[in-house]
Structure formats: structure tokens, C-alpha cells
């Protein structure tokens, strides 16, 4: 069934813990009579809940407990406790609006539906209150909230597409491998390790690029001394470094002083495509 603001309020405020002993007695007495009623006081609590979970417990000052202790002992005994009467819905009787008073008197006591709008309303921004500095926490101190209330990081794991790489072996007349050159064209570098001996004493090892898109061969920069040289090859395109054919010359150390070889290439060879570059990328993981 649909209830109106009234009945709705009201489960709010028992919730809350704002109703009057009267006023809890006929929730209490609604929500055992009717299963939706108290589905819609659940409802509630599992709202207010959340906001609950944000605050932290407070420990009252000393002052605070002193003053309570003086009330409590203030109570007389025999004031005795008196339990509200338990009435059933139907005999509940809606309460009146007291007419103006006959001395002049213009004030008016608000009804209860009045009363229980303008409670509505508070709840409404204090829920509001609630969920802007539960967005504000979680966005700067997510340390502060519970740990099943604080944001969850999401990570995507994205394949990239796999670039296409290139290996030449270079040797003398079919000899054992001097150097093995690989050439990444996603990253466009390439690599240089030494397989064969080192360069002479006072001599260094110098990569050329040999083309007929190029007047003469194009220096790649001096091996290092170390096993693994690698260097960039972003100078040129992909098409000229797939066809070219690499060369190794000794030139003095450091390198040939004029840009061009000194001696004839004593180690060669060409690129063959050892993994293929990927067509399409492959879809994202999420």
C-alpha cells in the first residue's frame, strides 16, 4: 500500500528517535499490524545507518557526566514511570487546532501535520548535510570512513598493440654470428648485442645503415665496449630501415672522425621480421 507524507515522517522519526512515547507506541503498534509499514521503517534504518557509520564516537566530557549525575540523583523516588496506553489505528483520534484564546491572545499551536512537515523538511537537509560531507570525505580523506564505505579503486588493464620487431644477424661469409642486431619499430630503437670478440685495442666497433635511398651508408653511432648497445632509430622511416642492409666497420676509437667508414665492412647482414606487428588492438580489459 502507499502511504502519505504523514506515515512516512513518521517512520523517519522513529528512526531518529524523535516521536513521543505516545507517538512510538502507535508506530510500534503499526508496524506489527502491517508488514509494508514496518518494510518502510527498515528502509529508513538501513539509511540512517550509513550516515550513523560516518560519525565517530565521542566521549563526554567530565564536566558533561557531572551534571548528569547531579540531575539523576535531583529525580525524587517516588516519581514513578508511567508506560502510554497502547492503542490500536483505528482508535487513534487526530489531534485539534486550538481555536484563538478568548483574552486576545493571536497564538495558534501548529497541527501535527504541520509539525511533522517541518520535521521532514529537517531530515531531508540534514540528509543532505550528510551525503555532501560523506562525497567530501571520500573524496580527500577516504582514510576517516569505514573501510567497506571508502571508494573503491577501479584498474583497467589495457593491452597495447604489439609493434612489429626486426633481427639481422651480422657475420663474415656466412662465419659465426659477430653481432645480433634487433629492432623494435613501436619503440624505434635498436639493440646490439656482441656476440663475437671484442674490438682491438684502441679501435671501436661502428654501426652503419647501407641503402640506396642514401648516398653513402649512414652511421648508426659506435658499439659500446659493453654486451648490449642501444640506440634510437626514430631519424628514419620504417620502410628504409626494413629494406637497408647493416654493416660493422673498425674505425678509430670513438668513431670515424669524418662521418663516412675508413675500412670496408668486416660484419653484415639484413633484417628479418621475427614477430609480426598485431592487425587490430586487442579490446580493453576493464
Known amino acids: ?21 505516545e507517538e512510538r507506541a502507535q508506530v510500534e503498534t503499526m508496524m506489527s499490524a ?6 518502510l ?3 529508513w534504518e538501513r539509511r540512517l545507518g550509513e550516515l550513523h557509520a560516518m560519525v565517530g564516537a ?15 540523583t535531583a529525580i525524587k523516588p517516588e516519581a514513578a514511570m508511567r508506560l502510554p496506553e497502547v492503542t490500536s489505528v483505528s482508535a487513534a483520534v487526530p489531534p485539534s487546532v486550538n481555536e484563538n ?6 497564538v495558534v499551536p501548529l497541527s ?30 577516504p582514510d576517516l570512513l569505514p573501510e567497506r564505505l571508502r571508494p573503491q579503486g577501479k584498474t583497467e588493464f589495457v593491452q597495447a598493440p604489439q609493434a612489429a620487431q626486426f633481427v639481422a644477424v651480422l657475420q663474415r661469409d656466412g662465419g659465426p654470428p659477430a653481432f645480433i642486431m634487433t629492432i623494435d619499430t613501436g619503440a624505434k630503437e635498436f639493440t646490439v648485442r656482441r656476440a663475437g670478440p671484442e674490438a682491438p685495442a684502441g679501435r671501436s666497433y661502428e654501426l652503419w645503415m647501407v641503402s640506396d635511398r642514401f648516398a653513402q651508408p649512414r652511421s648508426l653511432g659506435v658499439i659500446g665496449p659493453t654486451d648490449f ?26 668513431g670515424s672522425p669524418s662521418g663516412a667508414p675508413t675500412s670496408a665492412p668486416i660484419y653484415a647482414g639484413k633484417l628479418i ?11 580493453a580489459k576493464r
Open 34 to 39: 502491517d508488514p509494508e509499514f514496518k518494510l
Open 1 to 21: 500500500m502507499s502511504y502519505d507524507e504523514d506515515h512516512i515522517a513518521m517512520a523517519a522519526e522513529y528512526v531518529l528517535g524523535t516521536l513521543d512515547g
Open 58 to 72: 565521542v566521549e563526554p566530557a567530565d564536566e558533561v557526566w557531572r551534571k548528569i549525575r547531579t540531575a539523576v
Open 41 to 43: 521503517v527498515e528502509q
Open 273 to 283: 621480421e621475427t614477430v609480426p606487428a598485431a592487425s587490430t588492438p586487442p579490446p
Open 112 to 141: 501535527d501535520r504541520t509539525r511533522r512537515w517541518r520535521s521532514l523538511a529537517q531530515l531531508t537537509t540534514a540528509l543532505a548535510a550528510g551525503l555532501a560531507a560523506f562525497i567530501a570525505v571520500q573524496a580527500y580523506r
Open 229 to 254: 648497445t642501444t640506440k634510437p632509430v626514430s631519424a628514419f622511416d620504417k620502410d628504409t630501415i626494413h629494406a637497408a642492409i647493416y654493416a660493422v666497420t673498425v674505425e678509430p676509437e670513438g
Open 101 to 106: 484564546t478568548p483574552d486576545g491572545g493571536n
